[in-house]
């Protein structure tokens, strides 16, 4: 029956808990939890506003968030392969000034797609930080070095918190493991940018977006 409901992003909140987690002396001892609140929504109303027949939940931020740039991320991936099978006439040509990869860059631009094609090995890896995951040390300057000096008494730490008074979810920085204390006043963007020269990605743009999501997709 879920098949015929879509998802809809209503909002998110932090509350308070034991962390029974903490051993050592440094650890925080009351975490933060952070929820979102969606709605199921019959998939034929969604769009036009959803004003009966739903329903209202709450879940986990990461188990949301997971489920929904898994589903964003398939729906690109249809949408790339769908441009360039039956839009973009970027086939190998017989002309020696005829350049295949600038065809296709020229073709997602002019259907802004630019999306579909992502350097996934030079792009900020989000996936690695949607359960406060562990800042990995630059080492290819001095920045690196001198983030490696002070990881000696302190670690830092990326993940997604909730923002705008509740309407936005953001990616942050903190100081310790369940990403709860910041790193600084502005989120841990500012320490972010000073270890590593650019800000920090979805520091101010929302991780998630409003538009309803198939239940088929998610």
């Known amino acids: 029956w879920v098949s015929g409901y879509s998802l809809k992003f209503q909002g998110c909140f932090h509350v308070s ?10 650890d925080v001892r009351i975490m933060t939890k952070r929820l979102i609140r969606f709605r199921l929504c019959p998939a034929s109303s969604c769009s036009a506003g959803c004003d009966s027949g739903y329903g209202d939940y709450i879940i986990d931020m ?11 991320e398939e729906l690109e991936r249809q949408a790339c392969e769908n441009l360039e099978e039956n839009v973009c006439d970027c086939e190998e040509k017989d002309d020696d000034q005829f350049d295949e990869e600038e065809c296709m860059s020229e073709c997602y631009a002019d259907n802004n797609m630019g999306y579909c094609e992502r350097d996934e090995e030079e792009e900020f890896q989000l996936n690695d930080y949607l359960e406060c995951g562990q800042f990995e040390v630059p080492d290819d300057d001095g920045n690196g070095r001198r983030l490696e000096e002070e990881e000696e008494e302190v670690q830092y730490f990326i993940g997604p918190y909730c923002t705008n ?12 493991d369940t990403c709860t204390e910041f790193a600084d006043n502005n989120g841990g963007a500012s320490t972010y940018k000073s270890f590593v020269g ?6 101010s743009k929302n991780i998630v ?10």
């Open 165 to 176: 008074q509740g309407g936005s979810i953001y990616l942050g920085m903190f100081t310790d």
């Open 17 to 26: 808990q034991w962390n029974a987690e903490a051993q050592d002396e440094e």
């Open 198 to 203: 650019s800000k920090l990605p979805y520091s």
């Open 209 to 218: 977006g409003s538009e309803c999501v198939s239940c088929l997709m998610a």
């Open 62 to 72: 990461n188990t949301y968030v997971n489920a929904y740039l898994e589903s964003k």
